[in-house]
C-alpha cells in the first residue's frame, strides 16, 4: 500500500523543540520533492517547508533559522526539525510528495499525503 505515515508530533512549550517524522511505504522518494505542510483551525493549509529530489531545502520565512528539513532515502523518510516553537506554530503538520519544490509550494502541487500529526504549542 503506497503511503506516508507522520509522527512525533506532541504538546511543547514554547520555546521548545519537536522533531516531526514521516516514513513512506509502497514506494521510494529518491525521484520526489518532500514537503512539510501545516493547517490550523479555521486556517487554510500553508507550506512549512520542502526538500527537492537533489537536497535542496526551502523554507517558509516564518520557518526559516528554526526549522530544519532532511530526508533520507535509504530509509525512505523526511525529518522536519522544529526549534523555538511559537504558539502560532500549532496546527496539524502533514508531510506530502510531489514532483517538485518551486520557489512557493502549493497544496495542489502534491499529490500524496500523510495523515497528519498535531503539533500543539502551549505558554
Known amino acids: 500500500e503506497v503511503q506516508l505515515v507522520e509522527s512525533g508530533g506532541g504538546l511543547v512549550q514554547a520555546g521548545g523543540s519537536l522533531t516531526l517524522s514521516c516514513a513512506a511505504s509502497g514506494f521510494t522518494v529518491k525521484d520526489y520533492a518532500l514537503g512539510w505542510f501545516r493547517q490550523a483551525p479555521g486556517k487554510e493549509r500553508e507550506a512549512v517547508s520542502c526538500?527537492?529530489?537533489?537536497?535542496?531545502?526551502i523554507y517558509m520565512s516564518y520557518a526559516k533559522g528554526r526549522f530544519t528539513i532532511s530526508r533520507d532515502n535509504g530509509l525512505n523518510t523526511v525529518r522536519l526539525q522544529m526549534n523555538s516553537l511559537k504558539l502560532e506554530d500549532t496546527a496539524v503538520y502533514y508531510c506530502a510528495v510531489g514532483h517538485g519544490c518551486y520557489s512557493d509550494p502549493r497544496p495542489a502541487d502534491f499529490g500524496l499525503w500523510g495523515q497528519g500529526t498535531q503539533v500543539t504549542v502551549s505558554s
Open positions: 526538500i527537492t529530489s537533489d537536497f535542496s531545502p
